[in-house]
């Protein structure tokens, strides 16, 4: 029997044009919160070197409690969930995927059959 793999959450950042600041780190968790925590906290340590205008879409976005709700409902749905912000260098955007991946091993299997050099 086929048993399914596990979910979880990719996490990434995309920066199209001229980013003047360094790409967050890509993030692999097990469950949707963690994966939007990690989208909220990216674009909060982008906003103070945003301008004017970027910033206060950034803090809307950032105070709408009831949308990181719905963006975690949706990745339990196993969609992908994105929030995307237009600066005048770049336009960012973190998504987080749902994703299968493969258990980590619980033992190391022994070889059965070795391998002989014929040498």
Known sequence: MNTPLPRAYWCHTDADG???HPIPADLLTTAPGPAVTWIRESVRWLT??????AFHRAWAWLGDHRGAQAAVQTLRRGQPYAYELIT??????????PVS????????????????SHA
């Open 101 to 116: 991946v493969l258990p980590p091993p619980h033992h190391h299997l022994p070889n059965e059959h070795p391998v002989r």
């Open 88 to 97: 005048p260098a770049a336009r960012w955007r973190w998504t987080a995927y």
């Open 18 to 20: 001229t980013p003047p």
């Open 48 to 53: 103070p070197r945003l301008d004017r205008d």
